[in-house]
């Protein structure tokens, strides 16, 4: 596992060094893209792309442009995010974010060349199913997913309330392209319409759990900054699954969800390790 | 013409209040991509796209989605360039601009969003080289073309310098996304490789004296503004055509392109006339 993980790893950044400024484009706008790009970052979502579509029987390489498309739309989300009139971020895995560096002006350049570039590396593919495969990434990526969550969250999930709120949320910003590299990396192999149909269902489940266990740690990590037990303040101020049904039923909820995906890959038989090994070990680094 | 540009544009209209928001997303980041999408505009690049589709014998609904994406792609371009940050412009086209209504995060998300639905948008395209066109889009919009371009204007144009440099943001910022649309809707028809290179041609210097007639048609309107003949002043001030060679040059050269633009054509005949008499009617708005 430990090992494959490295391996997909590698794969995803060397493919983001060598696919994505190809022509050269050396000048500050191809700087500031590179910089939040090549930022490190555990690249889950272009592992993701690259297990489903071996699990499935299908060449790597098909896949490799797909997730590393979509470490380019993470990376243009999380830079637009950061911007002072979005949540103001300065400082990101340990460096300061790309407009503390760039400017605003290039930070939003850089996003928006980062999510362009993104579909015109998808677009280079060979695969017959690579339409498809882009179009699931643009649904998900577009006003019907991510940015649609981005502006939910805004108006704190307004008119869903309470938890309701943060399931949308939490869907359409996070869940949408979690999902996405699954299914764009099991049409980019030999995979049948119902294995996509499964692997659906397991990067649906797989978002929640992952968007859960994200707001647990960060409780986690609160507490620890704090120096104290998790008081209702804490809670209360978050849109988050705990601070909705509290940290025990949360804590169900994640082991429910990695469950439902772990069964959505039972077709795949002996095949499915990585991915099933992928959503269980996320859930222990809650425990 | 006047009656097939009126039905070109009509067309463009139609598809984008169809096509764009077809599954009712009816929250405020809907308002705020429509907002600036349906705000009228000549729609010059979606035009273009049909025309160039049905020059070469394709069917103009194999096009329409593409022409549909572009004007979302001008559109987002609009709203991220009025931001604060950028050209810090409150009014566009007679109205406030889409961060003065809608504050500037939404006004980020929905250029985010009309981004990423063009795309989507094209995705769904059904002609067997929807994936060549798109790609022709996405190089077109991204960091090899008009984001590159917001970024070179950013740096008045440098390394470049003088002419060098105006010619540079030209035919990044405004030509690509001029010609890309002339591309893909020949693409999108039954257009020989030969034909295709053809209209590349006449996108380029279509593309060049669409930006030197607007140049120099914001000089008459400065002018008027300022109520004084064309000072030293006026022109130095900008990186534009006329600015660095005189109105007398940069007018030759307008006419230079338009004939060039005209001239790629002739192997279409008299099946070319609606483009032959778009670039020369842009000229003579200056006559």
Not at 10 to 24: H, I, K, N
Not at 244 to 266: C, D, F, I, P, R
């Given at each position: ?79 637009h995010d950061d911007l002072p009139a979005m949540d ?200």
């Open positions: 596992m430990e090992q494959q993980m490295k391996r997909y790893k590698a794969m995803v950044e060397e493919a983001l060094e060598r696919l994505t400024f190809a022509e050269g484009l050396k000048d500050e706008l191809c700087s500031a893209m590179r910089y939040s790009l090549l930022a490190g970052g555990k690249r889950l979502r272009g592992m993701l792309a690259l297990a489903a579509c071996e699990m499935a029987g299908g060449n790597v390489q098909d896949a490799l442009p797909f997730a590393a498309a979509i470490e380019m739309i993470h990376a243009y989300s999380l830079i103001n971020d300065t400082m990101r895995r340990g460096k300061p974010t790309n407009h503390v560096v760039y400017g605003e002006a290039m930070a939003i350049l850089a996003g928006d060349g980062l999510l362009t570039d993104a579909f015109l590396l998808m677009s280079g593919g060979a695969h017959p199913r690579t339409l498809d495969a882009l179009r699931e990434v643009a649904r998900a990526a577009g006003s019907f997913g991510m940015v649609g969550g981005q502006a939910l969250d805004m108006r704190q999930g307004a008119p869903y309330e309470g938890l309701e709120a943060v399931k949308a949320i939490h869907r359409k910003k996070t869940g949408c392209l979690i999902t996405a590299p699954v299914v764009a990396g099991l049409m980019l192999s030999k995979a049948t319409d119902q294995q996509i149909a499964c692997g659906r269902e397991y990067g649906k489940h797989l978002g929640v759990a992952f968007q859960i266990i994200d707001d647990l740690l960060d409780l986690v990590g609160d507490e620890a900054k704090m120096g104290k037990h998790l008081g209702k303040d804490v809670a209360e101020e978050k849109m988050t699954w705990p601070a909705m049904v509290g940290q025990e039923s949360a804590w169900e909820s994640a082991k429910y969800e990695t469950n439902a995906a772990v069964k959505a890959l039972e077709p795949f038989g002996e095949k499915a390790a990585f991915l099933r090994t992928l959503a269980q070990d996320m859930l222990s680094r809650v425990n």
